[in-house]
């Protein structure tokens, strides 16, 4: 897919690097959008050139690099970036330049650059902990945020040298993500800080013997997309999966495999959540009887049939609890219908009885089936809410759906009175 920049062409990217250690991972950020089918042109602040030459970016952009606003006077470069730019990255943004963009500067080609683009910018902060957590950076991406700014939170992990902490650059790929999202139309405001976030993903895995498992076609990728997306807009998310899938940048982990693992760790994180997502997708059935060796065909222990017992309901068990006060009273929660049209019903009527039958919030539909949805980048489908709206939704990337999603529920959230109208069920 190449990224549109409005009329059919290509999207022109601006890809800003700033002078710290983690330059070496722009390199990995521009040849993700270039592959995508993007404009790239890279602009480095001068210090940036001390970590990664100006022959490196231009090699992976096709495009010249140039720091400085004397450079092509006769194009008006400093300014003309900017204007025709459908969207603007900076990976990494220093502690300096967070605060020369915060204070409006103009000094260089990149802070002029960001002071004449009217398109999304999209900066991704990397630097010592001490320096992320001191007050003056804290005003200066709150000051960023209030302009209309997406400051991503930093990662966590290992800085230079032997330190470890919050301010780690994002890897390319969770950068190159919201992006993607950004250029495909989506919005990412920070309307989540402060929200505890609880998403599942992935397909369980119902142990057969130590070997083999009874599973799904679920690969995880729209659960990750919804504590990505959640991440970004400021929510402290976590993530109960049984995905391979890398952990997105900001997001807390809680491996799982089985439905059972998965219900425990869902409704122990939910206790405290202002929002659950159940897009995982649990197996309905586990085996009853789960061999503590291997079967070995030539053996003779092979079963003559696998008994299944019937796995709990989680979404019915976090309505329950949420009855209950087991989870907070104002906690909204969303369930998933992978779904397909049968002689009884489309797959929106079977997501509509569903709605009904669960008693959750919201509930997002998509059909399903082999080479559709499951494993895939893209997904479609329709929001419902227990106040009888619906909102269809495009085919498009998951991350984009993860988006559509959050904004319902940041919709459903700030409007109690449509909430209390509808009784939720056991």
């Given at each position: 897919?190449?990224?549109?920049?409005?009329?059919?062409?290509?999207?022109?990217?601006?890809?800003?690097v700033?002078?710290?250690i983690?330059?070496?991972?722009s390199?990995?950020?521009?040849?993700?959008l270039?592959?995508?089918?993007?404009?790239?042109?890279?602009?480095?602040?001068?210090?940036?050139?001390?970590?990664?030459?100006?022959?490196?970016f231009e090699?992976?952009?096709?495009?010249?690099?140039?720091?400085?606003?004397?450079?092509?006077?006769p194009?008006?470069r400093?300014?003309?970036?900017?204007?025709?730019?459908d969207?603007?990255?900076?990976?990494?943004a220093?502690?300096?330049?967070?605060?020369?963009?915060?204070?409006?500067?103009?000094?260089?080609?990149?802070t002029?650059?960001?002071?004449?683009?009217?398109?999304?910018?999209?900066l991704?902060?990397?630097?010592?902990?001490?320096?992320?957590?001191?007050?003056?950076t804290?005003?200066?991406?709150?000051?960023?945020?209030?302009?209309?700014?997406?400051?991503?939170?930093?990662a966590?992990g290992?800085?230079?040298?032997?330190?470890?902490?919050?301010?780690r650059?994002?890897?390319p790929?969770?950068?190159?993500?919201?992006?993607?999202?950004?250029?495909?139309?989506g919005?990412?405001?920070?309307?989540?800080?402060?929200?505890?976030?609880?998403?599942?993903?992935?397909?369980?895995?119902?142990?057969?013997?130590?070997?083999?498992?009874?599973?799904?076609?679920?690969?995880?990728?729209?659960?990750?997309?919804?504590?990505?997306?959640?991440?970004?807009?400021?929510?402290?998310?976590?993530?109960?999966?049984?995905?391979?899938l890398?952990v997105?940048?900001?997001?807390?982990?809680?491996?799982?495999?089985?439905?059972?693992?998965?219900?425990?760790?869902?409704?122990?994180?939910?206790a405290?959540?202002?929002?659950?997502?159940?897009?995982?997708?649990v197996?309905?059935?586990?085996?009853?009887?789960?061999s503590?060796?291997?079967?070995?065909?030539?053996?003779?222990?092979?079963?003559?049939?696998?008994?299944?017992?019937?796995?709990?309901?989680?979404?019915?068990?976090l309505?329950?609890?949420?009855?209950?006060?087991?989870?907070?009273?104002?906690?909204?929660?969303?369930?998933?219908a992978?779904?397909?049209?049968?002689?009884?019903?489309?797959?929106?009527?079977?997501?509509?009885?569903?709605?009904?039958?669960?008693?959750?919030?919201?509930l997002?539909?998509?059909?399903?089936?082999r080479?559709t949805?499951?494993?895939?980048?893209?997904?479609?489908?329709?929001?419902l809410?227990?106040?009888g709206?619906?909102?269809?939704?495009?085919?498009?990337?998951?991350?984009?759906l993860?988006?559509?999603?959050?904004?319902?529920?940041?919709?459903?959230?700030a409007?109690?009175?449509?909430?209390?109208?509808?009784?939720?069920?056991?």
């Amino acid at each position: 897919m190449t990224p549109p920049g409005g009329d059919g062409r290509r999207a022109r990217v601006v890809v800003g690097v700033g002078g710290g250690i983690a330059a070496y991972k722009s390199c990995g950020l521009i040849r993700l959008l270039t592959e995508s089918g993007c404009h790239v042109d890279v602009v480095p602040t001068e210090a940036a050139l001390n970590f990664v030459g100006s022959a490196t970016f231009e090699a992976l952009s096709g495009n010249p690099v140039s720091t400085g606003v004397f450079s092509d006077v006769p194009s008006v470069r400093h300014v003309a970036l900017g204007q025709r730019a459908d969207l603007v990255v900076v990976a990494p943004a220093t502690a300096d330049l967070l605060a020369r963009v915060a204070s409006g500067r103009a000094d260089d080609l990149l802070t002029s650059t960001l002071l004449t683009a009217r398109c999304p910018v999209l900066l991704a902060p990397a630097m010592h902990t001490e320096m992320w957590e001191h007050p003056a950076t804290r005003r200066n991406v709150d000051t960023l945020r209030g302009d209309g700014v997406h400051v991503m939170p930093p990662a966590s992990g290992r800085l230079t040298g032997a330190d470890t902490g919050a301010g780690r650059l994002p890897e390319p790929a969770d950068i190159a993500r919201l992006a993607r999202l950004l250029l495909d139309g989506g919005t990412l405001p920070w309307d989540l800080a402060g929200k505890r976030v609880v998403v599942t993903s992935g397909g369980t895995r119902e142990e057969i013997d130590p070997v083999r498992f009874l599973g799904n076609r679920s690969s995880g990728k729209q659960g990750h997309a919804i504590a990505a997306v959640a991440a970004a807009r400021g929510a402290q998310v976590t993530l109960v999966t049984s995905s391979d899938l890398p952990v997105p940048a900001a997001v807390e982990a809680i491996r799982i495999d089985s439905a059972l693992e998965m219900r425990d760790a869902t409704l122990s994180a939910a206790a405290d959540a202002d929002v659950v997502i159940k897009a995982a997708a649990v197996a309905d059935f586990r085996p009853t009887d789960v061999s503590s060796s291997k079967l070995k065909k030539d053996s003779g222990s092979e079963p003559a049939q696998i008994r299944l017992e019937r796995n709990p309901d989680i979404l019915a068990g976090l309505v329950a609890a949420h009855a209950s006060g087991e989870i907070p009273a104002g906690c909204v929660l969303v369930g998933f219908a992978a779904e397909t049209g049968d002689s009884t019903g489309s797959v929106l009527e079977h997501g509509r009885a569903k709605l009904a039958r669960k008693g959750c919030d919201l509930l997002v539909v998509n059909e399903v089936g082999r080479g559709t949805t499951f494993g895939q980048d893209v997904n479609g489908g329709w929001i419902l809410d227990a106040a009888g709206g619906e909102v269809s939704v495009d085919r498009a990337s998951k991350d984009l759906l993860a988006s559509r999603i959050l904004d319902a529920v940041v919709s459903w959230a700030a409007a109690p009175s449509a909430r209390t109208t509808t009784d939720r069920t056991d």
